[in-house]
C-alpha cells in the first residue's frame, strides 16, 4: 500500500462502500498550479494575477474564504474601479479556481458559487469596422510585409496569437492558385484555413529565398524570431492612424470585420464558425445580431 494521503468528499451513507481518492493538493500555491496547467502563457498570466490579487485582499488561504469575503472582494474599490470586462474576468477567474477546488475535493464546498457576475454591455457592434476603412488601413500600408499581414488578419479572420505562430511549414498550396494555412489556437486546437488566391500569392511574395520551412512567416527584424501581438498591435494601429480610421483599433478587430463582412456577403454561418474556430455556433451568431439587415421600425410610419 503506497503513502498517499487520501479522502472523501462526498456523502457517506451507511453500508456503503466509501471510495478513497488520492489527495491531488495539499496547499494553495499547489492547487493554483494545478488549475493553471494546461492554460495558454497569456491566460496564466492574467488568471495568476487575478488570484493574487483576491488573495492579497481576504489576507487568508482558500480553505479559510467564505461567500461575504467573495462579496466584499468583488465590491472593493480598487476591482469595482476597473473597466467592466477586466472586473468581470477576474471575477470569472476566482470562480473558477474555487470550483475547481470543489470539484478536486480540496474544498467540501463551493462558496464562489452564489456569487454572481456582473453582466456587461456587448460592445461587439462597436468594434466592426466598414469594408471600406479596412480596405483603406490595407492599401495605404507602404510596407510590403506589414501590408500582407493586415491582408492575412482580415482576409483568414486569424487570432494575433496564430499569426505569432505561423511558420512556412504552416502554409500550403491549394487547387486554383488558391492557399491554405494551418493554425494552432485557442482551446489547443488546429485548424486549416483556406487563403483566396490573391492572399496567398501576396503571402509568398514575401518569403525570403531559402527560407527553412521552420521560420516564422512574419520575422521580427528587431528581436529575432517571430513578431510578437505587441508588435502586430502596434503595426494595426499605425496602418489605422494613416488611414484616419478613429478607435483602439486592434488586429482583433480585422476578425470581428471577416466575421460580420463574410456574413453580409452571404457566407453560410457554419462555414464562418469553421474558419474562425468558434467553438459554438452561438459565439458566431453573435455577429448576426450586432450588425442586423432587418427592423421591424422599417414597416412603422415615422
Not at 80 to 85: E, L, T, V, W
Amino acid at each position: 500500500m503506497s503513502g498517499d494521503i487520501v479522502v472523501y468528499a462526498g456523502p457517506i451513507v451507511e453500508g456503503a462502500v466509501v471510495p478513497m481518492q488520492p489527495r491531488q493538493a495539499d496547499t494553495d500555491e499547489a492547487l493554483i498550479g494545478l488549475w493553471l496547467h494546461g492554460r495558454s502563457e497569456h491566460t496564466q498570466a492574467a488568471y495568476a494575477r487575478d488570484v493574487r490579487g483576491f488573495l492579497g485582499f481576504v489576507g487568508c488561504d482558500l480553505r479559510s474564504v467564505g461567500l461575504r469575503q467573495l462579496q466584499a472582494w468583488a465590491d472593493n474599490p480598487e476591482l469595482a474601479g476597473k473597466a467592466p470586462s477586466s472586473r468581470a474576468r477576474s471575477i470569472a477567474a476566482v470562480k473558477s479556481l474555487f470550483a475547481f477546488a470543489h470539484r478536486l475535493g480540496y474544498l467540501p464546498l463551493d462558496p464562489s458559487a452564489p456569487l454572481r457576475s456582473p453582466k456587461l454591455k456587448d460592445t461587439l457592434a462597436e468594434r466592426i469596422l466598414e469594408e471600406a476603412d479596412i480596405q483603406r488601413i490595407i492599401a495605404l500600408e507602404d510596407n510590403p510585409r506589414n501590408a500582407v499581414l493586415l491582408r492575412l488578419l482580415y482576409a483568414a479572420g486569424v487570432r494575433v496569437s496564430e499569426v505569432c505562430g505561423l511558420t512556412w511549414a504552416d502554409v500550403q498550396a491549394r487547387s486554383e492558385g488558391q492557399g491554405q494555412i494551418t493554425v494552432y489556437g485557442k482551446g489547443s486546437k488546429t485548424r486549416a484555413v483556406v487563403l483566396p488566391a490573391s492572399v496567398y500569392s501576396a503571402l509568398l511574395a514575401i518569403r525570403p529565398k531559402a527560407a527553412p520551412a521552420a521560420s516564422p512567416v512574419f520575422p521580427s527584424r528587431k528581436k529575432g524570431g517571430a513578431l510578437d501581438p505587441s508588435q502586430i498591435l502596434r503595426i494595426v494601429r499605425a496602418a489605422a492612424a494613416r488611414a484616419g480610421v478613429e478607435g483602439a483599433v486592434s488586429p482583433h478587430w480585422f476578425r470581428h470585420a471577416h466575421a460580420s463582412h463574410s456574413l453580409d456577403r452571404g457566407a453560410p454561418i457554419s462555414l464562418v464558425q469553421a474558419t474562425l474556430g468558434h467553438s459554438s455556433m452561438a459565439t458566431t451568431g453573435r455577429y448576426t445580431h450586432a450588425r442586423p439587415s432587418e427592423s421591424s421600425g422599417k414597416y412603422l410610419a415615422v
